[in-house]
């Protein structure tokens, strides 16, 4: 097993661990990386692209990380927040006025954030091609009304949270969401990101390679009345769709985002420095301190069990022992792909794959990889 990149001498034992994944733990192709103090002192890669082992996964193989991508517009929230363009307490219709339809006119932005919004789900069925088309999910989420009382409780926001977060963002920025990111986020700071992936970059992307065993997700064989069961079963994703050009493409800022370790952690290492990383002042120190902001607590009606919520990001708990440091955040995307930011040890992380596992939580790969990285640095 060849194993590419970098990587300080103290963590030896992550780049072992990171080929036992292969080895041991079936991983297909993935990368790894970390900053602390804003520099990289791991970034690893090796593997294949390709379920067939024919294509090497290389330094500039990007990946779908599906829910990881959320991070991406909690961080662009915060920047126009930090900006003073956004405001967490306003409700969402003063940026976007058709959305107070059926009782959501006092719903702020911040509960769009913490999954409290109550429009965990869509109204009605939603094909691959109605996700490509921005205006069919945000044109039903303003027709909705909420679930549950808004703020009450969490309710994980799968895909929906994505356009619910970006139209907001596409209000006060006038651009589609994925061009506001590349250009004030991606570019800037020269991580290889993408929310709607250029053609450019198509050739680069690894093909995500389904897991056999689905007894370990989540939402297998779910109660279709239950909420669980109408947020998965709103939505129709075909096998291999999101392998497809339209998927690849299309903006869908909850589950679409492409990209490698590298590239999510360069994104998300300002959060774990004061808002600084890689020669650019991202946001302020007060606008970091923000995503830390506890926004609720509760046991998550459509995941099923407790989560505690900041802006966005989430901490861990006994239930999700992420990191060894409970004050990091975190998200994670179906499949394995993970990022974390610790602030208290000015680090951030990253695993991206395309093996894709069923399990939601305690997936072993970022797990061993984790806990090589914390006994590296302690």
């Given amino acids: 097993m060849d194993v590419h990149g970098i990587y300080d001498d103290r963590f030896e034992q992550v780049r072992e661990e990171f080929e036992k994944n292969f080895t041991d733990r079936g991983d297909v192709g ?15 890669w090796g593997g294949h692209r390709n379920a067939a082992r024919s294509l090497p996964w290389e330094e500039n193989t990007i990946a779908n990380v599906y829910s990881t991508s959320k991070t991406m517009t909690f961080l662009s929230a915060l920047i126009l927040a930090d900006r003073g363009e956004l ?6 219709a003063k940026y976007w006025p058709q959305f107070a339809k059926n009782g959501k006119k006092d719903i702020p932005v911040r509960f769009l954030l913490s999954h409290s919004a109550g429009l965990p789900g869509f109204s009605k069925v939603l094909q691959p091609e109605d996700l490509y088309d921005w205006d069919t999910p945000v044109d039903d989420l303003e027709r909705q009304a909420p679930w549950w009382e808004p703020g009450t409780q969490s309710g994980y926001h799968a895909i929906t949270q994505g356009f619910l977060i970006g139209e907001v963002i596409r209000r006060i920025v006038g651009k589609s969401y994925g061009n506001w990111f590349r250009e004030n986020v991606a570019e800037p700071l020269g991580a290889d990101f993408h929310i709607g992936v250029r053609k450019e970059n198509l050739q680069r992307i690894a093909d995500l390679v389904p897991d056999p065993d689905s007894s370990g997700s989540l939402f297998e064989g779910a109660d279709p009345d239950s909420i669980l069961g109408k947020v998965f079963g709103s939505v129709n994703l075909p096998e291999n769709t999101d392998n497809s050009l339209g998927w690849r493409t299309a903006e869908i800022p909850a589950a679409n985002g492409h990209g490698n370790a590298r590239s999510v952690v360069r994104a998300q290492t300002a959060l774990a420095n004061d808002g600084f990383a890689f020669g650019k002042q991202l946001l302020s120190k007060k606008g970091c301190a923000v995503a830390r902001e506890v926004q609720i607590e509760s046991t998550d009606l459509v995941l099923s069990f407790p989560i505690k919520f900041g802006m966005g990001y989430a901490f861990g708990n006994e239930m999700l022992p992420v990191t060894p440091n409970k004050n990091a955040l975190w998200w994670a995307g179906a499949g394995g792909s993970i990022v974390v930011i610790d ?5 951030c992380f990253s695993y991206v794959m395309n093996q894709m596992k069923s ?12 806990s090589a990285l914390y006994a590296g640095l302690n």
Avoid: C, H, K, W
């Fill in 30 to 44: 993935a990368s790894f990386a970390v900053t602390i103090e804003g520099q990289y002192v791991i970034d690893l």
């Fill in 87 to 92: 405001d967490f307490d306003a409700p969402v």
């Fill in 343 to 347: 602030e208290d040890n000015r680090m």
């Fill in 359 to 370: 399990a939601m939580i305690g997936d072993e790969r970022s797990g061993s990889l984790t």
